[in-house]
DNA sequence: TTGAAAGCGCTAACAA
DNA sequence: TTGTTAGCGCTTTCAA
């Protein structure tokens, strides 16, 4: 049934020429090692004529790399990060590489099984958004001297190559356009999650209303997707509790999502009512009646530069680099729900 | 830098046995191929004392698979394909295969160059949504002995292992739904996709709304999502044409979200007054004011449908199996957008 | 019960 | 300018 694809050397067989020859045609070396311009043009012709695929695992083997790249997020179906996936799968995609899409759950064990199992199949290079726990896992893959780049998060206490989202300046800027659009009780709700992104957005919010002179009102609410009802309660008890409030800065997209459905359910008009911002922009925000502004991460600018880093290190990887962070500042997008209110101001 | 990882062949010096003990012991054959307790024994905590990861590049070359399946949809960011994939990566998680995602863009050509890079790197099978035209590179999969699972869509002539949905049921099902709650003039707007699950979805509401004696309203818009204003002037259109129109029922949710989006920019009461649902859901229905209604796709059972049968095709991969076709029905949503309107009725 | 050795298909150092 | 050949690390047949 399977027909078996000829090798190198049914090749060299074929054209009475030596397995070297074809191979330097078929990786474009001919000219390099001086093969004469007949016999390039007549392995050339050949390996076109039959249709040549070599075997990319005993290439593989041989050569140590994979033209695999792995692109480990905590969830491959949230939205913000299959959008960055998919730029990066083109981008790959076009200098020849495939990517490997895995989610890490932000669990340390799965995503350390799965670097152990990536290293073993010879992947390229990785970019991973880290959860907790794993600086010893991507300080083992530097020494290996495969490339890692991490995204969206730090890790403490290691020196690699990052893209970031300047989390603490966009926290202000979404902020302070509450604040110049005239509200003045401005509600902060995030999540417990302890890891900096998140804490910078907290501080950029903070110092943003101290600055200003105006009280900052803060709910913290678990983690644990499982636990949306709780979270619904809570944040009812919170509106009930300030009715002062006149805006809501809610500190990443599911938030708003999970959040403006609350809202809407506590009563209909608050949505209209409040000021409302996200930071982390969702193409549902520009349908929902009003639209939600939203400061937005730069979705193809992370994934060019990650690409870039990643390319850069592949190609140089036994040269020294100097490792590089870079921080990327997002776009404030501004629709109707923070613009402000004649109704309830 | 690179400290090279123990080989095989240099356990087998340390221990000073044969190669092949350590092979058989790793595989867990030992047994099987009556090698001593003690051997054993002395062995496996050999490899565990050094903590031994297998070369899987080697293997793969030496066993012709590589415990990797391929997920190509159309774009792996699209929140339905996205999310199948995140289970689909579970659940081959669990049996140790990873998952390679890759975006068609529904174009032929760029299709089949991954189908060819992927054979090449000894994919154990393939999950394909497939664009039109790749009838030839899936019959060559199929003559390999590769394990090949259609999703979501078919190809006609070709006998195939497929998960599908019941598009017509689903269709018939949410048109009846909305005669049901009193709607008499439904519109059906679609999309000029030839393809088999978009004329079946169309052929759903056309005979049901002739069953119940009605009138159908049909507008079809065009693919390209480059031409999203077009769309929108001849949704505009087209309601201005037809005002006795009192619900509509969008093909697929991406129309139903621009869908909404311009009928709240027509007029903002617009969205309550008309009964609306969509083929289709999204996380967003749930949040919009009004709700909206939806003919959900089984998302975890499609999954979980395309592992059975790759998994079962990937084991059994010598015997001849009779072709599954597995038509699944999804779930009528019913939410507030189509429920008996009383402000316009 | 264990070991020797032949490959899987390719690359590249070395020889001619 | 081209060819010979030794591996890459593993599995598995055959021999001992």
Redesign the pocket.
Known sequence: MKK?????????EVL?????????V??G?GEE????K???ERVENYLKEID????L???S????NSHIIVFMVEDVSNHFFSKVGRIIEDISYKHDYRVLFCSTENDAKRTREHIEVFKERQVDGFIIVPPPGIKEAVEDLQQNGTPVVLFDRKIEGIEIDSVLLNNYEGSRNATLHLIEQGFKNIAFITIDLNQNQMLDRLAGYRATVKEAGLTEYILTLPYDPDRASDSRKKIQEFIAAHPQLDSIFFATNYLSQSGLKTLHQIDSNLVSNLGIISFDDSYFFEMYAPTISAYAQPIELMAKELMRLMLDRIQKKNEALNVEEVNLDGELIIRESSLKKYTRL
Not at 33 to 36: D, G, L, R, T, V
Not at 61 to 64: H, I
Request: aromatic share 6%; charged share 25%; hydrophobic share 35%.
């Open positions: 078996k694809r000829p090798s190198l050397r049914d090749i060299a009475n020429v030596s397995t070297t020859t074809v191979s330097f078929l990786n070396k090692k001086k093969i004469s007949q016999l390039i040549y695929k070599p075997n695992i005993a290439r083997l041989r050569t140590g």
